[in-house]
């Protein structure tokens, strides 16, 4: 799985803090466990155009080096964690029965490394080449709309977007399998009660003046986050625990079922859909 907004926010800022800029020296790999199967395609065929590269472009989830290869990884967390020595450190990870694991190590020409270990069905791996490379996100199809680029994220590209998605509900349109962002569905349900907005209203059924609500509650908490005026709990790429305990990503979720809503006292139920739990106020959000 990939870090999702919030939580990536804050991993993306120490990436291009610690990684953008430096010429990776070496790009190695090793096994972390024995698994029945090996999901991660990984040789020396793929690692050797990465090797003395400049680094052009890193966030949460990829590094985008200036001949146009791209290393796109999902991971759990903690899991991925920067060195600035070439002491090793040893990062704890789950041994699967069915998997296998592998650890990937970018050493720097600063004589740090970056290292990620990967386990498990759940995580992935993708190497490939991307054309431009200077293009901020090429490759990812599976979010059309990228929520912390103000470019990219403007409420005319929001409203085309759902204007082609009218039969789906709004949360799946902006989120789950086909969304056209990477916000954690918890944080999609705090907008949306924001906005009072039910979770399965169908897109097509929204006034301009419900979508623009949706739209302005969601470029004001993404820019909370990206600004640190807002928290939330996550592991940063040294291996410490970092943030506070948000209502934003925990208020509508299974702890607060048929708890009141901070608002008007309703408890608060949840509807299914996208195969998943929706949470939200039966009075704030009529369907």
């Known amino acids: 799985m990939m870090p999702a907004i919030p939580n990536s926010l804050f991993i993306t800022k120490q ?3 610690y990684i953008e800029g430096k ?10 466990d024995k698994g029945k199967y090996n999901v991660f395609n990984i040789s020396e065929e793929k690692t050797a155009p990465f090797k003395g590269r400049k680094i052009v472009k890193a966030d949460s989830n990829f590094i985008i080096t200036e001949n146009g290869w791209l290393c796109e990884f999902g991971y759990s967390d903690g899991t991925l964690r ?4 070439n002491e090793y450190c040893d990062i704890n990870h789950t041994n699967s029965a069915i998997s296998g694991g592998v650890a990937l190590q970018f050493v720097l020409n600063d004589g ?11 995580n992935r791996l993708d190497i490939r080449t991307v054309d431009p490379p200077d293009i901020a996100y090429p490759f990812r199809n599976k979010f059309p709309l ?7 994220f403007t409420f005319e590209n929001y409203k085309r977007w759902l204007s082609d998605h009218g039969k789906t509900t709004i949360l799946e349109a902006m989120v ?12 999609m349900n705090y907008i949306l009660w924001q906005s009072k907005i039910h979770p399965k209203r169908k897109v097509n059924t929204l006034t301009d003046d419900e979508i623009r609500t949706i739209y302005d509650n969601t470029v004001t908490l ?8 807002r928290s939330c709990f996550y592991t940063d790429i040294f291996g410490i625990r970092k943030g506070e305990d948000d209502e934003t990503l925990t208020l509508f979720t299974s702890r607060n079922l048929n708890k009141p809503c901070p608002k008007c006292g309703t408890s608060l139920e949840y509807v299914s859909g996208g195969g998943t739990k929706l949470y939200f106020c039966p009075t704030c959000q009529p369907k």
């Open 15 to 17: 990436m291009k803090e």
């Open 23 to 32: 010429v990776i020296i070496d790009f190695t790999f090793s096994d972390l």
């Open 82 to 85: 920067y060195f600035e020595s």
């Open 112 to 122: 740090s490394r970056l290292r990620l270990d990967l386990s498990g069905w759940s």
């Open 146 to 152: 990228e929520v912390n680029d103000k470019n990219d």
């Open 176 to 187: 789950l399998a086909k969304g056209a962002t990477d916000i954690r569905t918890s944080m």
């Open 222 to 229: 993404v820019d909370e986050y990206i600004t640190e005026n």
